[in-house]
């Protein structure tokens, strides 16, 4: 199978599936009944072997927690990442109230999880119907986001997972860290990402970056805008503070909940910033 076969069924999937669409069951208030989630994902590969991720095992990286490709699936060749970018009306209603997120907004965290696991066991079904064995990571029952050392919630390390999807997407060349330590890719900062590691040889995509914040520009928008006062240009994001914030989402919407206030009204919001340089004079 070639990438484009992989690519071009991903894409048809997310448009047919209905569960793209928020229904009358789901929907939060009635004028959301029929809300597109996801636009077209950007896919980007990497070869299991990459050297690159023996280095997520490092501390200060996401440390001995992190499970390696081949220990997930030993046959594996190619890990795949997938970022869905939200629609540009989930993110326009994101930037209305500037302390709570959006109803949208809450559909794209919840619904659209839902939906990226689905697409994920969908493509798996698909490799395997074609002969390759096929993990999906984040929905596999090895999945874990429990920190490996005693911790508390005040604790950074307590925040974290044994496969990151970001750092999987840094790896397979779809993007960079920015300061709110979300993922920018060419498709920008506001959406969701999913992955799979399988049999099947891919090429590995080129990463067009050397630096894991390449993509970002210092702005501090994303600063600026954050309800919970979780980022700041010094320290990056504090992800015990984000933490707190969305138990208070949690409270308000439960079981749904999310923010992202740090993902829309932000120069990485739909691609990736440039920095803008004047001329003498201009
Ligand atoms: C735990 C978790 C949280 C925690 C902590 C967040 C975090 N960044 O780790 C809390 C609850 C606070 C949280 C909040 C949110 N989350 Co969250 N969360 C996760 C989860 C489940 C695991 C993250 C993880 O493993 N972290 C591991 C630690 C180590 O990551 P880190 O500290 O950021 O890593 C730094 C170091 O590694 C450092 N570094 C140092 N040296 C080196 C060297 C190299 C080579 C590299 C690569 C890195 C590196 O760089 C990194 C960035 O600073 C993932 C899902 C998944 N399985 O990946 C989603 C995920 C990260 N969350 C996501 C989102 C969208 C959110 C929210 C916006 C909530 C919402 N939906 O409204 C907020 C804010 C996110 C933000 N600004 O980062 C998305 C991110 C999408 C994107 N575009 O980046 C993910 C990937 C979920 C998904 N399936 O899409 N989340
Ligand atoms: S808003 Fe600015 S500082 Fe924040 S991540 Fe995006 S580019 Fe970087
Ligand atoms: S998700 Fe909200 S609270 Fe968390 S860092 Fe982003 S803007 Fe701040």
């Known amino acids: 199978m070639d990438k484009k076969t992989l ?18 069951q789901t929907a939060l208030k009635s004028d959301l009944i029929g809300l597109k989630i996801f636009d077209d994902p950007l896919i980007g590969f990497a070869d299991v072997n990459d050297s690159y991720f023996n280095k997520l095992r490092n501390d200060e990286v996401i440390g001995r927690n992190f499970v390696l490709p081949k220990e997930w ?15 540009q009306k989930i993110k326009e209603a994101n930037k209305d109230n500037k302390n709570w997120p959006s109803l949208e907004w809450l559909h794209g965290r919840i619904e659209g999880q839902k939906l990226i696991n689905e697409i994920c066991s969908h493509i798996k079904k698909y490799l395997e119907e074609n002969g390759y064995k ?17 911790t508390n919630t005040n604790d950074e390390k307590y925040y974290t997972s044994n496969w990151s999807e970001r ?26 990402l999913g992955s799979l590691i399988t049999d099947g040889y891919f090429e590995p995509d080129k990463r067009n970056y050397t630096e894991i914040y390449e993509y970002c520009i210092l702005c501090g928008k994303c600063a600026k805008n954050c309800p919970g006062d979780a980022i700041t240009i010094e320290q990056g994001k504090i992800h015990s503070k984000c933490n707190i914030f969305l138990d ?25 910033p440039i920095i803008i340089t004047r001329k003498n004079g201009a």
């Open 7 to 24: 690519i071009n069924e991903t894409g048809y999937y997310i448009n047919i599936s209905k569960d793209n669409y928020i229904n009358e």
């Open 167 to 192: 750092h999987i997407a840094y790896i397979c060349g779809l993007g960079t860290f920015g300061l709110s330590k979300g993922l920018i890719t060419a498709k920008g900062m506001a959406g969701r």
């Open 248 to 272: 208070k989402v949690r409270e308000k919407h439960k079981p749904w909940y999310g923010c992202g206030k740090c993902q829309v009204n932000v120069p990485c919001e739909n691609g990736i």
């Open 134 to 150: 096929t993990v999906v990571p984040c929905i596999d029952k090895r999945f874990s986001t429990k920190s490996p050392i005693e």
């Open 73 to 87: 699936n030993y046959t594996a060749k190619t890990v795949i990442s997938l970022f869905f970018p939200f629609t």
